[in-house]
């Protein structure tokens, strides 16, 4: 069977009638008819009845159009791809990222959409919040995935949320909090919290320390370090406490504690932005891709 012939057999279909079938294809009667033929001694069985008044789907026709519609969808879509691919072998996607809270969904995403667009060049960036922060005026990358809040002032671009992942309070097994019905925060006031430096997370330091304000304390020493491994350790070991996503227990295993909180500012939000003016249809094809993925990412 040919493509030819599914499409005859499709539009057939559609009309129930050969005559307009035939209209629709800007071909004879006898030529369609003739195609529909062929296309039956090659399956075997009618897939039309006809008649003088009416032309009706047999039911191998009915089973077979929901497979033929399935193969042209398929056969449209490898066409598109090879085009795609003698068209755009220049195309490049440049994604910056904040590593944190994108890791956990951002590669397989990545990698979904490598298999089904080989020939775009994807690039990648990591980058902290401050590099975020001045790369998005100057246009330079096509898509930036970070904290929502990001975004918020860049009028240039479009973007959406992803996901929401709640603070936690985190502290080493064993800490008298890890066992505690509910977390004594006039005794965590008094603790070291580590938090990352401003310079390279403001947005998450204020959060953090937002999330104490609600709760009616200050701690009462802080200690800013430079990475979320630094701070997990530091906490790990005993030294202190700290607040930061729960997302963090997947990529950092250890025997950390991590307590849920509560209040307005006790999660944060996660999106993907993109220049409204963009041109290049990778971010479109990357765009459709999120949205076939499940959404509980």
Known sequence: MTYEQLEFFV???????????????????????HQISAL????????????????????????????TKRMLSMMESARERIHL??????????????LT????????FIRQFHNRYPQVNI?????????????????KYDLFFSVSRDFDTQN??????????????????????????????DKIASETFFLLDPGIGPFMTKQALQVCRAHNFQPHAIKYLNSMD????????????????????????????????????????????WLQSSENPAVSWFLQLLDEMPKNI
Do not use: W
């Open 11 to 33: 539009i057939t279909a559609k009309h129930l009638n050969f005559s307009e079938a035939a209209k629709e294809l800007y071909i004879t009667q006898p030529a369609i008819s």
């Open 40 to 67: 039956e001694r090659e399956l075997g069985t009618r897939l039309f009845t006809r008649s003088t008044r009416r032309v009706r789907l047999t039911k191998s026709g009915e089973l077979f159009l929901e497979d």
């Open 85 to 98: 691919a003698d068209d755009s072998s220049e195309l490049a996607l440049r994604i910056a990222y904040l």
């Open 101 to 108: 809270p994108c890791q956990s969904f951002l590669p397989a």
């Open 123 to 139: 690039i990648l960036t990591r980058m902290d919040a401050h590099d975020i922060s001045d790369a998005l005026p100057q246009e």
């Open 156 to 185: 240039e671009y479009a973007s959406r949320t992803l996901f929401t992942d709640p603070l936690c309070l985190i502290c080493a097994d064993g800490h008298p909090c890890a066992t505690a019905s509910r977390i004594d925060f």
């Open 230 to 273: 630094e701070i997990l350790f530091s906490a790990e070991s005993g030294l202190g406490v700290t607040i930061l996503p729960s997302k963090n227990q997947a990529f950092y295993p250890s025997s950390l504690v991590y307590l849920p909180l509560d209040g307005p500012h006790a999660q944060i939000t996660v999106g993907v932005a």
